[in-house]
């Protein structure tokens, strides 16, 4: 079974400070993704970035990064320089090649809402 | 932006009733599933359909029924309408089986049950 568990539940930043979004993952599968959305409060899921299991490199989009170790399971996402537009709910998820017909589907975490403050 | 519609986008109904949430994709992807949002769970998956009038049950399937006549089309219907199926649907759509596919979901139907 996948479970991807986001611990926190709520943060709240001032403008221009760096913020870190937990994600940490459970799967037996060897080959997985792992994917972040973003939803904003008019409440559609923003696609933000897929990375797969067998590549471990940072990645940095702006002032989005996301660390990927698989040692301890996780994959966290740091917004560098926070704003205000940032204010949203964060999911991460998981996603493996299922033995039935659905292909693959999406474990979800319980996400992360972000508050910025001006 | 991926080309789905999720119809209604807001809809009240009372215990008991019948109601029928409807996702249409311009994409011809052959993916399509039903997640729900709830507090505290993130998105939850319902149904998936696989093809054309092939469909299977998701985590939290009970109380639902899903029909995909066309290709375009996946129809979400609680029989039955209860109180704890208020929640945030969202339909999306993947191409094919590959986990490694970004998935594309619709703006959310938010569904009220008085």
């Known amino acids: 079974a996948q479970k991807v568990t986001q611990a926190q539940t709520e943060i709240s930043v001032v403008e221009k400070e760096d913020v870190t979004l937990d994600c940490v993952y459970e799967?037996?599968?060897?080959?997985?993704?792992l994917f972040w959305y973003k939803q904003p409060p008019s409440g559609e899921l923003v696609f933000l970035i897929r990375r797969n299991s067998f590549d471990e490199q940072n990645e940095i989009s702006g002032r989005y990064s996301w660390n990927f170790q698989k040692s301890t399971s996780s994959f966290n996402f740091t917004i560098t320089a926070s704003q205000v537009v940032d204010s949203a709910v964060y999911f991460c998820a998981l996603s493996a090649l299922q033995n039935d017909a659905s292909g693959s589907r999406l474990t979800f975490g319980e996400g992360t809402q972000l508050t910025v403050n001006p | 932006d991926a080309g789905i519609t999720q119809s209604p986008r807001h809809k009240v109904t009372e215990t008991g009733t019948p109601v029928t949430l409807r996702c249409h994709q311009t994409e011809n992807h052959r993916y399509m599933y039903w997640y729900r949002q709830d507090p505290g769970h993130g998105l939850r998956l319902i149904h998936y359909?696989?093809?054309?009038?092939?469909?299977d049950k998701g985590e939290v399937s009970d109380g639902y029924s899903v029909s995909r006549s066309k290709t375009e089309d996946f129809l979400l219907t609680l029989e039955s309408a209860t109180s704890s199926q208020t929640s945030v649907y969202f339909c999306?759509?993947?191409?094919?089986?590959?986990?490694?596919?970004?998935?594309?979901f619709g703006e959310g139907s938010w569904l009220t049950v008085v």
């Open positions: 999306a759509i993947s191409e094919n089986r590959w986990p490694g596919n970004t998935i594309y």
């Open positions: 799967t037996r599968d060897t080959t997985y993704y």
């Open positions: 359909s696989y093809g054309v009038k092939d469909t």
